[in-house]
């Protein structure tokens, strides 16, 4: 089974290239390690089998709504580069992010990269799938498609992103999908970057 990340257009939800990283069905509970080669870099997963639905080119991806508040990422110069917002598919019961550079930023500092994270915090099983080196040659990035289902006791997900490897997140809002947002948006630096901070 072949993963994918997927670039969709601002001008809708139409995928407009497929790199052949995405889906988690073959995503293992074991250590975290690169799992796919594509042309936009690795794909990390920490996700059991149970995360899959499909690839994010079929019938998922398309019903996509913003959930909670994004965050806000700063880049070169500390000037803003772009934002990260969780999205929920009501098709296919998945949590998605999207990152959008900002054009101005783009323009400037077209060789910078976004890795995107979408992560259950530690206290939910710490449930993670990492997407490396999303450059700007696209203005919105969607990526994910995991279960929302899968963290345990709460169900809880946050989405991140993080600039050119620099060892710090920029997190939108913690939601429960039972109802509510837990917490907004925040930033962490260093340690398991990857985990959602509760």
């Known amino acids: 089974m072949r993963k994918s990340v997927v670039a969709v257009g601002a001008a809708g939800l139409a995928v407009l290239a ?7 069905a073959n ?3 074991s250590a975290a390690k690169p799992t796919t080669q594509t042309s936009q ?6 996700l059991p089998k149970a995360a899959a639905h499909g690839t994010a080119a079929t019938a998922c991806g398309v019903n996509l709504i ?29 949590v998605w992010a999207h990152f959008q550079w900002d054009s101005g930023y783009r323009d400037t500092y077209g060789g910078d990269l976004i890795n995107l994270v979408v992560s259950s915090p530690a206290s ?25 289902a899968l963290p345990s006791p709460q169900d ?15 997190w939108g809002t913690l939601h ?7 917490s907004g948006p925040t930033a962490t630096c260093g340690g398991n970057w990857w985990i959602a901070p509760n």
Request: negative net charge; contains cysteine; glycine residues 18%.
């Open 124 to 148: 939910d099983g710490g449930h993670y799938a990492i997407f490396w080196n999303l450059d700007t040659s696209s203005k919105d990035w969607y990526v994910g498609n995991i279960n929302h």
């Open 156 to 170: 809880a997900w946050r989405v991140g992103a993080q600039w050119n490897n620099n060892g710090c997140v920029a």
């Open 176 to 182: 429960w999908y039972a109802g509510q947002d837990l």
């Open 27 to 29: 995503a293992t509970t």
């Open 41 to 46: 870099g690795m794909v990390l997963t920490h």
């Open 66 to 94: 913003n959930i909670g508040q994004p965050g806000n990422v700063f880049g070169t110069r500390g000037r803003y580069a772009g934002q990260v917002e969780q999205m929920y598919d009501t098709s296919c019961g998945t």
């Open 18 to 24: 497929t790199f052949g990283v995405g889906g988690t």
